[in-house]
């Protein structure tokens, strides 16, 4: 039938990929687009069947069912389909049935493939698979990106300039002096060209005046010893977090051979990128008080909210957060151990899941328990849950708030000796059960954020190698992490949250993030890798032969586009006065973001299903 050309070139203007050709292309394509109708339960395209045409739903719903049984995916209106028949000349894989009566352009194979040619993101758009849209979507919003923070090394940020150093037997006073001409905040301290130390302004404050330590000693007497370094070659990203983490405003920068080559400061970054990620981690560390604590911690979402706006990407929003979290954690024992004075015995501040992966947001609550050295007398175990108590009150007053399932070191079931802990993981690991599974998962994403590490690196150890010999616990993994339901589309009510208000949402953590985070823990530990971070485990499984290159990068790429996602609405809500959460309304979303989420999800999916296939048994 005919149709009038400019209506269909109105709504192909509004809609994805088509909005991107130039409006003499789209102009060219709506004389060719023909109009078809189905009804209710149409047959639009049957598996086996030879497809000439690339649809675009103009109104109405249709599902894909692949060899014309199981559901794949569910579309509505500005949706695309039967592009993958084309690409392969024309073989029909699975069976579209209208959901209700839909209304469909059809565009002749010849000018689909004709505008493949001429328009690049015409082409991206009907890659050939939902891994490589998903490469395009993430290369497209990087384009966008203010400040490439995982490609610009520090090395280039500080220039060639010589350090200003000096060696640790010269005198504080003719250190001093050596800063103030050089208009330095931050003296290298080193011997034969191997760095011994740093000398700076806090220390001449708080260790040569306020400890009345005359001048004429020795700047090695006083000066920070083991300093935190970086290579030359480390990206600025890895510098913030490392700064934001710990507190502090300078790096000294290594060079290959060992040598120092240059001091990076945080207005070096600051001046490249105008983010004050780093001056709320120095509040965090510089707070006195509970009550300079909880304000320096208010200052979080903001940080975050100011990344997102200067363009920041996913990965490192996730990173950067975390850091600040580890700090808020990390100066939170420490008041604790102020108030109480030292701990009886050494022990481990250590956090679960998100933080743990170094993959936490805003609003997100608080997993942490204590791992102790040894046994206590009733004494030390009052000191420890006094302590553990400090810490879990004084992070729910800084926006860490309580966990409900009572993960807090304010338990005595997470403050544990080393010996207790090891029991506890044997348990879990020898003896699986549903129940058990369903509680412990997130107490194998763990990392050490104050106190003594050696304890907790030992832990993890022998967690790893208990693991190693156990295929019922891993199964027990797999089948916990196959729980997940994850969309297969996100318009149809029936795979859609509903809010308290009755608002239908897609969860982006718990129907695409969680599912990515369960299918790498699970593959990680059943094979031995040491690595936390769900993108750590994805690349270390990929280099240790555990994994096809091309599923770890999918999986990846799905991460971090569906978190690109989540966090552009984590941050309008903060920049609203809204408290944020993964609740995505479908309506907030670009046809064209809506279209790569679903590439996502069928990513997903697929993860899933080879978890189904290799640990699991086939079942669930």
Known sequence: MSVEIAEVANFLERTAPFASLIPAERSALSRTVTVRYARTGDSILTAGDHNDSLFVIRSGAVELRLAGKDLTARLEEGSTFAYPSLLRGGEVRNTTIALEDTLLYAIPAERFHELRKQSPDFREFFAADEAARIRHALARLREGSSFALDDRQVGNLVGRSTPVSCIPSTQIADAVQLMHQRNVSTLAVCEDGKLEGIFTDKDLRSRVVAGGVALDREVGDVMTTGPQTLGTNATVAEAMALMASGGFRHIPLIDSDGALA??????????????NAIDTGLMIAKARTPDELIEAAARVPESFARMVS????????????????????????????????????????????????????????????????????????????????????????????????????????????????????????????????????????????????GLVAE???????????????????????????????????????????????????????????????????ATGVPAVGTIGRLRALCEAGKMNSDDTQSLEDALLFVNELRIAHQARQIERGEAPDNLIAPADLSPLERDYLKDALTVVRRGLDALRRNFAGGIV
């Open 262 to 275: 240059g001091i990076l400061s945080a207005t070096d970054i600051l001046g490249a990128i105008g983010n």
């Open 310 to 453: 200067t363009g920041v990407q996913a990965g490192q929003a996730m990173r950067f957060t975390s850091a600040l979290g580890e700090a808020v954690h990390r100066r939170a024992a420490q008041l604790a151990e102020e108030a109480l004075g030292p701990p009886p015995c050494p022990y481990a501040l250590v956090v679960f899941g998100s933080l743990a992966r170094e993959e936490q947001l805003v609003g997100s609550d608080q997993d942490n328990g204590l791992v102790i050295a040894e046994e206590l007398d009733p004494a030390g175990e009052a000191y420890f849950a006094d302590l553990g108590t400090r810490i879990s009150d004084q992070l729910d007053a800084s926006g860490y708030v309580y966990c409900s399932g009572g993960i807090m070191a304010k338990n005595a079931d997470q403050r544990l000796t080393l010996a207790a802990w090891r029991a506890r993981y044997a348990n879990w690991i020898n003896s699986p059960s549903e129940d058990k599974i369903l509680r412990a998962t997130i107490f194998f994403d763990m990392r050490c954020v104050h106190g003594d590490a």
């Open 459 to 525: 832990l993890r150890k022998e967690v790893l190698a208990l693991l190693f010999d156990s295929p019922l616990f891993i199964s027990y993994l797999a089948r916990d992490a196959l729980r997940s339901k994850v969309p297969l589309g996100v318009f149809r009510n029936l795979v859609l949250d509903k809010t308290e208000d009755g608002q239908m949402v897609f969860n982006a953590k718990k129907q695409a993030i969680m599912p990515i985070i369960d299918i790498a823990r699970t593959q990680a530990l």
